[in-house]
């Protein structure tokens, strides 16, 4: 498979409802596509870098000059067999996960494309259909959250996570808890709190959480097993997990008891195949992470929750909880048991909408092989 070329898109897209995390509110994303053409075909993939390097230190700022100036020539001159190829063409460079991964998967989605088989496939799935949940940021009031998870449960969601900060935690978890006793439920620090409040932590065990995600510093994996050994609810890693080694350590000083993958955060579908693998090595369940995606990444994400270790319901939610007009066809639909059915056919099974893709594009740059 030679690559021919490499285009990188900067779209903006408007979502449906605004997100907040401990770090931030977003109303908008700017969203970075990267499609690679061979032999006739063209493969997709979404870098999910953010507007600002706040969930991690990459942005799209850096991503999109790490792919122009380093990735992409490095693509453009080797000779690849398969989307496995590229992690060690990209190894020189340190650190840009996510850009990576964009790249990465966007070869992986060539791949399936000219082999006619379905990426789970090709990915090494086996499931017909996968569990979803929903993330729910922080609102204006807690009146404004209970409305939201009553629509996202009628939907037939599975799951509901909610963001938690200090001052957004236990008083909102009093009043989710009070109204629906049995739903499954977690939160997500994205590193609000520090080891000084060990003891308003210990009080999360009061509301039958299926796990706190990434409660501690985003760079930070021994003290999480600390915490991990006081309190009850299951510690799930999110931000610390860059790579296999990285579950591998946290998983044997005990420093987790689920992981959550991003195939951005990882670099790439490779690493995040590995991360599956070490997680599977020690009987601990995985999920999949969202970044906000479009269309593109969620369509990489359903087909990576294939995988047999992403046995807890994952942030994999239906295209119209984020946008009006998604740019893919079909959107992805979640079925009213809250489940998304994974087609048979080639590739993602979702096509690219161009003509969406073009409305939405501001910045578009193609580099072609020899002239790398
Ligand atoms: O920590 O999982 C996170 C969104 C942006 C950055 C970090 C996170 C999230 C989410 C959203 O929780 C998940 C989704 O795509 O719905
Ligand atoms: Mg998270």
Redesign the pocket.
């Known amino acids: 498979m030679k690559i021919e070329s490499v285009t990188l898109r900067e779209l903006h897209m408007p979502l449906v409802h605004f ?1 907040e ?1 401990s770090f931030g509110r977003v109303y908008g994303r700017r969203i970075l596509l990267v499609s690679v053409e061979s032999e006739g075909v063209r493969g997709w993939g979404e870098c999910v870098a ?1 507007e600002d390097p706040f ?1 991690s230190s990459e942005w799209i700022e850096t991503a999109w000059p790490t792919i122009k100036h380093y990735l992409a020539p490095a693509l453009l001159q080797a000779e690849v067999h398969s989307g496995r190829d590229c992690a060690a063409l990209f190894a020189r460079v340190r650190g840009h996960r996510m850009a990576k991964a964009g790249l990465e998967n966007a070869v992986w989605d060539t791949e399936a494309k000219l082999k006619q088989e379905p990426l789970w496939k090709l990915l090494g799935g086996s499931r017909r259909e996968i569990a979803c949940g ?2 729910i940021g922080i609102q204006d009031n807690p009146e404004q959250l209970l409305q939201k998870i009553e629509t996202e449960l009628a939907a037939g969601y599975r799951r509901i996570k909610i ?1 938690v900060k200090p001052g957004w935690d236990l008083n909102v978890l009093e009043k989710i808890r009070a109204r629906w006793a049995d739903i499954l439920l977690s939160v ?1 620090a ?1 590193s609000a709190y520090t080891l000084d409040q060990v003891e308003h932590l210990l009080k999360f065990d009061a509301f039958k959480l299926l796990m706190i ?2 409660p501690l510093w985003d760079d930070e994996i021994y003290l999480h097993a600390r915490l991990q050994r006081a309190i009850q609810t299951a510690i799930c890693l ?1 931000e610390s997990i860059h790579q296999a080694r990285d579950a591998d350590f946290a998983l044997e000083i005990g420093a987790c008891r689920i992981i ?1 993958i991003k195939v951005g955060r990882v670099g790439g579908f490779t690493e995040a195949k590995k991360v599956h693998d070490v997680a599977q090595q020690h009987g601990v369940p995985v999920w999949c ?5 479009s269309g593109v990444g969620r369509a990489h994400n359903i087909a990576l929750s294939t995988l047999e270790g992403f046995r807890l319901p994952g ?1 994999v ?1 239906a295209s119209k909880r984020y946008w009006t007009q998604d740019i893919i066809e079909p959107e992805v639909e979640v079925r009213d048991d809250g489940m998304i059915a994974i087609s048979d056919a080639p590739g993602t099974g979702y096509q690219i909408r161009e003509d969406l893709v073009q409305k939405f594009t501001v910045r578009e740059e193609t580099l072609h092989a020899g002239k790398a």
């Open positions: 997100f995390t953010g969930y929903v993330s963001k997500d994205n995600e990434q999110d959550n992470g969202g970044m906000l995606e942030d939610s």
